[in-house]
């Protein structure tokens, strides 16, 4: 999955952003790993660490050849990739540091996001799943991360644990799931992107819960467009984060969706919480971004994806929808 990587850049102290003037938490992160460079065997293939070539002090995942993960071991709050910045960015201007937050990651790989949740927000309890064993006990070993309750690495596929997850158990869920045997050929699995998958996350989090989506492709934007359209069939408000180029399907990226019953941030107006900090945010990453509110024209005239989820599916009516014709109530963001 090609992914933007742009400088030196902490998501919590970002130049320009409402957010980083708080200053940054004092975190209780693990031990600073000792990374070594290498390549091991796991159980989808093998995984190569080597040092990034263009970030002083990052090191680089690769997983069959493609790169997975970004870290600092010095600086958890140092994200590489342009979309993880962006999803901190949203749950930065959401909530504040001193929240407990219940955070689910469905894919893991070198849990870099999750390094950052730990080391923002000291008191989060986190999950991350993932697929391949060989590759979560490799994570675990070499990068030091949190250890439990404050980080668990669930072994799973992500689709069944989503289905099989308590109610309202979480805040924040960030689906980051991408299966390919190339870079330029990874994507979603397709039961994570429809609307049973949709449904069972907003069963799962809280009403205040935000869905965040990291959508990977190329300039053809049908699917991302097919995402929108299933998530904004199933969450009161949703938003898309992307850079133009790749909003106007001029390139291969990310697009980043928020879905919730509730606000994107705290509060409108002014203030570190609110939705122009978030905006200015955005504009100020290295790779800027538009936060496009709401994905109603992005999303006009295409079908939600309806590919279920292994297990019992949910009804629109299990979902919380709000009136007969299955259309959400629309509550500000």
């Known amino acids: 999955m090609a992914r933007e990587r742009s400088g030196r850049t902490p998501a919590g102290r970002r130049p320009g952003s409402a957010a980083g003037t708080r200053g940054r938490p004092a975190g209780r992160g693990a031990e600073t790993p000792a990374i070594e460079p290498g390549v091991f065997p796991i159980d989808s293939g093998t995984a190569e660490i080597l040092r990034d070539p263009f970030t002083d002090g990052a090191w680089l995942l690769k997983l069959n050849g493609a790169e997975s993960s970004q870290l600092n071991p010095e600086d958890p709050l140092e994200l590489g990739f342009e979309y993880m910045r962006w999803i901190a960015a949203v749950v930065m201007h959401r909530w504040a540091p001193e929240v407990p937050l219940r955070i689910l990651h469905l894919g893991a790989a070198g849990c870099t996001l999750a390094r950052w949740a730990a080391a923002w927000y000291p008191d989060s309890r986190q999950t991350a799943v993932e697929l391949d064993a060989g590759l979560a006990a490799l994570a675990r070993d070499r990068f030091a991360l949190p250890r439990a309750p404050r980080l668990r690495i669930r072994v799973g596929e992500a689709g069944e644990v989503l289905a099989g997850a308590r109610e309202s158990s979480r805040d924040v869920i960030v689906r980051d799931v991408f299966a390919g045997p190339t870079a330029e050929e990874q994507v979603t699995p ?137 259309e959400n109530d629309r509550r500000p963001s």
Request: hydrophobic content about 40%; charged content about 25%; overall charge neutral.
């Open 190 to 326: 397709d039961h994570l992107t429809g609307l049973d998958a949709a449904r069972h996350a907003r069963r799962v989090l809280g009403v205040e819960g935000i869905y965040l989506v990291n959508h990977g492709g190329g300039p053809d934007l049908t699917t991302a467009r097919r995402e929108a359209a299933t998530l904004s069939a199933v969450f009161g408000t949703v938003v898309a984060i992307a850079d133009p180029q790749m909003l106007k399907g001029r390139r291969r990226g990310n697009i980043v969706f928020a879905a919730t019953d509730g606000r994107v941030t705290e509060r409108d107006g002014g203030g570190g919480l609110s939705r122009d900090a978030l905006v200015r945010h955005l504009l100020a990453d290295p790779l800027p971004a538009r936060l496009l509110d709401p994905v109603t024209d992005f999303a006009a005239g295409s079908r939600p994806l309806a590919e279920p989820l292994p297990g019992p599916r949910l009804e629109p009516s299990s979902a919380r929808v709000n009136d007969n014709s299955g």
